[in-house]
């Protein structure tokens, strides 16, 4: 048998994962026997290396299963888009895990609840539109834009250049609009 | 109870890398560190006798249950339990084979029922701590720490 060296940096090198049918583990992991031996490989220092990789290979048969992977992608993907778009979730059952509406292939940028994230964004905009410009939106439309509020104090204040004129047509502009 | 002899293994090796015993029995009364004396002294008698080279000296004491008792159950002995402790931070981890492992001590919930041994078993926990407590390592000497995982390999 050829003796085989096993390199010094092992734990610096990139890791690759690979499906294991779950009734193959037990197979895969007693393969594995055969590196836990002294004589499959060139020197002590090769060996003890190689024995750490090893045995945390086949502890890590066990340890993470990757439906339990794809579950927790799924379960960042809910997040994601409930925190962004409103979508509400709700878990039909356990185990095993049910949880509708099922994750769509693609989604466009409706906005299911105004509190996500896009929501507050969405009620800040409309918010702006309507004070500043007054336009009117589907949250705002009941009040008059600054714009407009300005407009309507500069026609008030009709050719006065007398600043306590000014003043004084201010202030009974103000006490209308209060 | 201890059978009445240990055996000696010396293990020799000829220059293409093949490698061969001699065994010798020795009173098991002796210590390890006078059957290792004695072993060393008849290894060095042998030297002149033959042209391979000592690479090992393996020193076996046998202790059988009396009498034996029959199996618990139709387990099959292939069914082999790998118990994974850490050592440390920097040392491998330790793994301990038991084998016929029982089905009462495999996980029943998915995804590892059936092959995942479960690590809240009352019998696993106690293993574990036995494990610990009584200075068991790892083939490099590193004490066994915690459980980290268990599953059931086929061995043979």
């Not at chain 1, 579950?71 to 185990?95: C, F, K, M």
């Not at chain 2, 004491?61 to 082999?80: F, G, H, N, V």
């Amino acid at each position: 048998m050829a003796l085989n060296t096993f390199p010094e940096d092992w734990r610096e090198q990139p890791c690759f994962i690979v499906a294991i049918p779950r009734p193959l583990v037990p197979y895969v992991g007693g393969l594995l026997k055969i590196a836990e031996m002294r004589g499959f490989w060139a020197s002590s220092d090769d060996y003890q290396r190689a024995y750490s990789a090893v045995v945390e290979l086949e502890r890590c048969l066990m340890s993470t299963c990757l439906s339990d992977l794809i579950e927790q992608n799924n379960a960042l993907y809910r997040l994601v888009n409930t925190a962004l778009l409103g979508q509400a979730y709700t878990v039909v059952s356990d185990d095993p895990l049910v949880v509708t509406p099922a994750i769509a292939p693609s989604v466009d940028l409706t906005i299911l609840d105004q509190d996500s994230l896009i929501g507050r964004i969405d009620r800040l905009t409309q918010l702006l539109d309507n004070r500043l410009a007054g336009t009117d939106t589907p949250l705002y439309s009941d009040l008059p834009g600054i714009k407009q509020q300005l407009e309507s104090i500069i026609a008030a204040l009709g050719d006065d250049s007398d600043l306590a004129t000014i003043i004084s047509d201010l202030e009974a502009i103000a006490l209308l609009l209060a | 109870m201890l059978k009445p002899s240990a055996m000696v293994e010396l293990v020799w090796q000829d220059e293409t890398g093949s490698t061969a015993v001699t065994q010798l029995n020795i009173p098991s009364s002796l210590t390890v560190d006078e059957i290792d004396a004695n072993a060393t002294a008849l290894a060095s008698i042998l030297v002149p006798l033959t042209g391979a080279t000592l690479i090992k000296q393996r020193i076996k004491y046998t202790k059988a249950p009396e009498p034996l008792s029959p199996a618990s159950d139709s387990t099959p002995i292939t069914r082999t339990g790998a118990f994974f402790f850490t050592t440390g931070d920097d040392t491998p981890d330790a793994v301990i084979i038991v084998p016929a492992v029982k089905d009462s001590i495999l996980d029943t919930t998915f995804p590892r029922a059936g092959y995942g041994i479960d690590l809240s078993n009352s019998d696993v926990i106690t293993f574990a701590d036995i494990v610990t407590l009584n200075g068991v390592s790892n083939v490099f000497g590193d004490d066994c720490g915690t459980l980290n995982d268990a599953y059931v390999q086929s061995r043979v």
